[in-house]
């Protein structure tokens, strides 16, 4: 070959090449076709500068406080537009139970001294609060299980409070009785109906993990308290249900070390719109259940009468918190499915939020301003849950979400007309 003939040659594989660049440049990912597949015979180019689809949200959620310390449970939005919390005492450094967020910061309610357990006097200070709800009134009623730890109760100690927010001066104190609060008792929630007696009934979730869940009755004038439905599977859980949350299935570390089930009672509880019916769930299950609540008011009522009005209602997604608006609608946290769905009124279930940061959505709580909060605390990633390994991150956060709705307020009658 002459000099000239290489020297053609050479220059038209340059060009070549420059075509090939110019094609790579303008077409990315022409350039490794050849290794990223084939579909129907042809190969498939993977642009590795565009973003793969992903698992899409639904709704709009909003952050409103994030925790960096110990990690949160209860959310109560009261009329007056104040926003309480709790922190049970489950492990982390818990400085105060109860406490309210005033300027981006939470401070501890009513005061910091209640908030320092006092063994030597357990009905006067908290000791592991697990809910707050805040009522028409503007008093924060707050159920302390009394069981750090899921301990067995302090004798004398698991209590509901209710605090006086115009005064922030406690001005009623139950404590719960031995027959009311068995010793592997874990209450978790509580509703209010105040149109029932002098003061109105409050309904309860025993959880327990341990001993037999059920749904407690408190008349509020009296303190006298009762239990329903112990014992019976609606409110105990389904014993072969396994919870899976981030793609991993949620146990617990057995005494020969092999995973076991979490179980949990009836925890979530919600009223409907006219107080007739009862709507509970156990942690450990996707179904939701209801009562009816003239059985469970009348103390004397036959426990089969009881039983025969609890009625399932089919799958909603396994919940921790219920809340239920005036319009008759119930909302629940899905765990499983990061999610806040809604329960309309004809039973059709929808969801209104699904999020990846909704991280174990726990108590729900419906504001006069129209939002529905609750917070996302990431229970599942506990240690306990984990085979020792903490693997929550912070922050824990508490959110809400734009539902145009009102609390369900179930006021004596002089007050509702």
Same mark, same amino acid.
């Given at each position: 070959?002459?000099?000239?003939?290489?020297?053609?040659?050479?220059?038209?594989?340059? *060009?070549?090449?420059?075509?090939?660049?110019?094609?790579?440049?303008?077409?990315?990912?022409?350039?490794?076709?050849?290794?990223?597949?084939?579909?129907?015979?042809?190969?498939?180019?993977?642009?590795?500068?565009?973003?793969?689809?992903?698992?899409?949200?639904?709704?709009?959620?909003?952050?409103?406080?994030?925790?960096?310390?110990?990690?949160?449970? /209860?959310?109560?939005? *009261?009329?007056?537009?104040?926003?309480?919390?709790?922190?049970?005492?489950?492990? @982390?450094?818990?400085?105060?139970?109860?406490?309210?967020?005033?300027?981006?910061?939470?401070?501890?309610?009513?005061?910091?001294?209640?908030?320092?357990?006092?063994?030597?006097?357990?009905?006067?200070?908290?000791?592991?609060?697990?809910?707050?709800?805040?009522?028409?009134?503007?008093?924060?009623?707050?159920?302390?299980?009394?069981?750090?730890?899921?301990?067995?109760?302090?004798? &004398?100690?698991?209590?509901?409070?209710?605090?006086?927010?115009?005064? +922030?001066?406690?001005?009623?104190?139950?404590?719960?009785?031995?027959?009311?609060?068995?010793?592997? $008792?874990?209450? @978790? @929630?509580?509703?209010?109906?105040?149109?029932? /007696?002098?003061? /109105?009934?409050?309904?309860?979730?025993?959880?327990?993990?341990? %001993?037999?869940?059920?749904?407690?009755?408190?008349?509020?004038?009296? %303190?006298?308290?009762?239990?329903?439905?112990?014992?019976?599977?609606?409110?105990?859980?389904?014993?072969?249900?396994?919870?899976?949350?981030?793609?991993?299935?949620?146990?617990?570390? &057995?005494?020969?070390?092999?995973?076991?089930?979490?179980?949990?009672?009836?925890?979530?509880?919600?009223?409907?719109?006219?107080?007739?019916?009862? !709507?509970?769930?156990?942690?450990?299950?996707?179904?939701?259940?209801?009562?009816?609540?003239?059985?469970?008011?009348?103390?004397?009522?036959? @426990?089969?009468?009881?039983?025969?009005?609890?009625?399932?209602? /089919?799958?909603?997604?396994?919940?921790?918190?219920?809340?239920?608006?005036?319009?008759?609608?119930?909302?629940?946290?899905?765990?499983?499915?990061?999610?806040?769905?809604?329960?309309?009124?004809?039973?059709?279930?929808?969801?209104?939020?699904?999020?990846?940061?909704?991280?174990?959505?726990?108590?729900?709580?419906?504001?006069?301003?129209? !939002?529905?909060?609750?917070?996302? +605390?990431?229970?599942?990633?506990?240690?306990?849950?984990?085979? &020792?390994?903490?693997?929550?991150?912070?922050? !824990?956060?508490?959110?809400?979400?734009?539902?145009?709705?009102?609390?369900?307020?179930?006021?004596?009658?002089?007050? $509702?007309?």
């Amino acid at each position: 070959m002459t000099f000239d003939r290489y020297a053609a040659a050479h220059v038209a594989v340059a *060009a070549v090449v420059a075509v090939i660049a110019l094609l790579s440049a303008a077409l990315p990912g022409v350039a490794h076709a050849q290794t990223n597949g084939q579909t129907n015979g042809q190969t498939v180019a993977h642009d590795e500068g565009a973003s793969l689809p992903e698992e899409r949200s639904i709704g709009h959620i909003e952050p409103v406080h994030e925790f960096y310390g110990a990690m949160p449970s /209860g959310v109560a939005k *009261a009329p007056n537009g104040r926003l309480f919390v709790n922190y049970p005492r489950w492990g @982390d450094d818990v400085p105060f139970t109860v406490g309210e967020i005033v300027d981006g910061r939470v401070v501890p309610y009513p005061n910091a001294q209640i908030n320092r357990p006092d063994p030597m006097h357990p009905a006067a200070t908290l000791l592991s609060v697990q809910n707050v709800v805040a009522d028409y009134r503007n008093r924060l009623w707050i159920l302390d299980t009394a069981a750090p730890k899921f301990a067995p109760p302090v004798q &004398g100690g698991a209590k509901l409070i209710a605090v006086d927010l115009a005064t +922030n001066k406690v001005v009623k104190t139950i404590v719960f009785k031995p027959k009311v609060l068995l010793p592997q $008792s874990y209450i @978790d @929630d509580v509703r209010f109906d105040f149109r029932y /007696g002098k003061e /109105g009934v409050a309904y309860l979730s025993d959880s327990s993990p341990a %001993g037999p869940g059920g749904i407690i009755v408190v008349d509020l004038a009296s %303190g006298d308290a009762w239990r329903t439905l112990e014992a019976h599977p609606a409110t105990q859980g389904d014993p072969a249900f396994v919870p899976v949350v981030e793609g991993i299935e949620m146990t617990e570390d &057995g005494p020969n070390g092999t995973p076991q089930p979490v179980h949990f009672a009836a925890d979530g509880l919600a009223l409907s719109a006219d107080g007739n019916i009862l !709507y509970f769930s156990p942690l450990s299950s996707r179904h939701l259940y209801s009562v009816a609540t003239r059985f469970l008011r009348d103390r004397d009522a036959d @426990d089969g009468e009881v039983e025969a009005s609890v009625r399932d209602l /089919g799958e909603k997604g396994a919940s921790d918190g219920l809340a239920s608006d005036a319009n008759g609608a119930v909302y629940a946290g899905d765990y499983e499915r990061n999610s806040i769905r809604k329960m309309l009124p004809d039973g059709t279930w929808v969801t209104i939020a699904h999020d990846p940061r909704i991280l174990w959505p726990d108590a729900l709580s419906i504001g006069t301003d129209g !939002y529905l909060y609750f917070t996302a +605390n990431q229970l599942n990633r506990q240690a306990q849950f984990n085979h &020792g390994r903490d693997l929550r991150k912070k922050p !824990y956060t508490l959110f809400r979400i734009k539902i145009n709705a009102q609390p369900l307020e179930l006021k004596p009658q002089a007050l $509702s007309e």
